[in-house]
């Protein structure tokens, strides 16, 4: 696909689980490539859900406040093209739901992704947690939270991680700020408060053309976790290189000490 020709089919090859944040309904309709300007009422072509398959991304998540946009109905239609194209779906727009929760396992290993759009239905999430963790798993709480376009998370992130982690949550993987925001870690876990964009038309700043891909190992001992900072250019994704690279993993790392060794994480 030429959206990906600066990224290649690889990127994402080879892993148990591949998951991104879906920010929008797919329709089985052609849709318009030029709405309204300023319109947040989003619907996307077919086509992305090939995007989807191409890259080889094994699951997505719903619980944010776009996937809605086109009502119930195209909601479920979403939902519908995402089976026929045997792609995971986690987490809903609307609530918190143990029906919308996805566990892979691998070997001894059993990791419960959890979704959760703090906007609209975060009601329940804890005991979610908390379930889920009585059965061994390791459980990834995705939240859709904070204030959009600042780099630094706020004290209302901090303490919905506080109390995720607190209910048993292993990792936090958040998202909606549209920039890459910092980690921290809090009583051993770890926390990305933001990832930023990985393909999304906000081309009116450097920050949200930048995002984050984390590829990680998970072990009964410790996490590894690797950073891959990506920059888009007329919406296409590429592999940032040199100095603009270090300057995210150090903006990432500097608060995770010793934790961080250049763009390895381990804890």
């Known amino acids: 696909m030429d959206l990906f020709s600066n990224l290649g089919d690889r990127t994402l090859w080879?892993?148990?689980?591949?998951?991104?944040?879906?920010?929008?309904?797919?329709?089985?309709?052609?849709?318009?490539?030029?709405?309204?300007?300023?319109?947040?009422?989003?619907?996307?072509?077919?086509?992305?859900?090939?995007?989807?398959?191409?890259?080889?991304?094994?699951?997505?998540?719903?619980?944010?406040?776009?996937?809605?946009?086109?009502?119930?109905?195209?909601?479920?239609?979403?939902?519908?093209?995402?089976?026929?194209?045997?792609?995971?779906?986690?987490?809903?727009?609307?609530?918190?739901?143990?029906?919308?929760?996805?566990?892979?396992?691998?070997?001894?290993?059993?990791?419960?992704?959890v979704p959760v759009n703090f906007?609209?239905?975060?009601?329940?999430?804890?005991?979610?947690?908390?379930?889920?963790?009585?059965?061994?798993?390791?459980?990834?709480?995705?939240?859709?939270?904070?204030?959009?376009?600042?780099?630094?998370?706020?004290?209302n992130q901090e303490n919905l991680a506080k109390n995720?982690?607190?209910?048993?949550?292993?990792?936090?993987?958040?998202?909606?700020?549209?920039?890459?925001?910092?980690a921290q870690v809090i009583n051993g876990k770890l926390v990305f408060y933001s990832l930023g964009n990985f393909i999304f038309d906000q081309m009116f700043s450097i920050e949200t053309q930048e995002g984050l891909i984390l590829s990680g190992l998970i072990s009964a001992e410790k996490i590894k976790i690797v950073l891959t900072p990506i920059i888009s250019k007329k919406m296409k994704p590429e592999i940032m290189r040199g100095a603009d690279k270090e300057k995210i993993i150090d903006r990432i790392c500097r608060s995770l000490g010793d934790y961080c060794k250049e763009d390895i994480i381990e804890i």
């Open 119 to 155: 906007f609209s239905g975060s009601r329940g999430v804890e005991e979610i947690i908390k379930q889920e963790k009585s059965q061994n798993n390791f459980v990834i709480v995705l939240p859709h939270w904070g204030n959009e376009y600042e780099i630094f998370h706020n004290t």
């Open 164 to 182: 995720l982690i607190a209910a048993g949550a292993d990792l936090i993987i958040g998202s909606h700020p549209h920039v890459i925001q910092d």
């Open 14 to 113: 080879g892993t148990d689980i591949s998951w991104l944040n879906l920010e929008g309904p797919i329709s089985d309709q052609k849709v318009a490539q030029n709405p309204k300007d300023q319109s947040l009422v989003f619907n996307f072509s077919r086509q992305a859900v090939e995007a989807l398959k191409y890259l080889k991304i094994t699951a997505v998540g719903l619980a944010n406040n776009h996937t809605a946009n086109q009502g119930a109905a195209g909601l479920s239609k979403t939902k519908e093209i995402l089976e026929a194209a045997r792609i995971d779906f986690s987490g809903d727009p609307n609530k918190v739901d143990i029906e919308a929760i996805r566990r892979y396992k691998q070997g001894n290993i059993a990791v419960a992704l």
